[in-house]
């Protein structure tokens, strides 16, 4: 499973972090439950992650182009953030 990992500043701008491949090398929890609880035990309790859907994960594996992949980490990233924030209010 991919994760992309993203932060927020206090101004509300979000930065990009990182992509995790959460597969551990034996191939055991290939759909990253283990990664994504360990994840939400980390100071901010998860609210800077999001897995990316697999059919999403298929788009960015494709030629599109670094615009492309920009635009589905964008989106993907901002649907998680107001689906958070939404849930935290």
Do not use: H
């Amino acid at each position: 499973m991919l994760f992309i990992e993203y932060d927020v500043n206090p101004q509300g701008e979000i930065e990009l972090v990182a992509l995790i491949n959460a597969v551990e090398e034996d191939g055991q929890d290939p759909d990253g439950e283990a990664w994504l609880a360990w994840r939400q035990d980390q100071e901010d309790g998860g609210m800077g992650c999001v897995g990316v859907p697999p059919d999403e994960l298929v788009v960015m594996g494709g030629d599109g182009g670094p615009e492309q992949l920009r635009s589905i980490v964008e989106r993907i990233i901002l649907a998680d953030r107001a689906t958070k924030e939404e849930l935290a209010s």
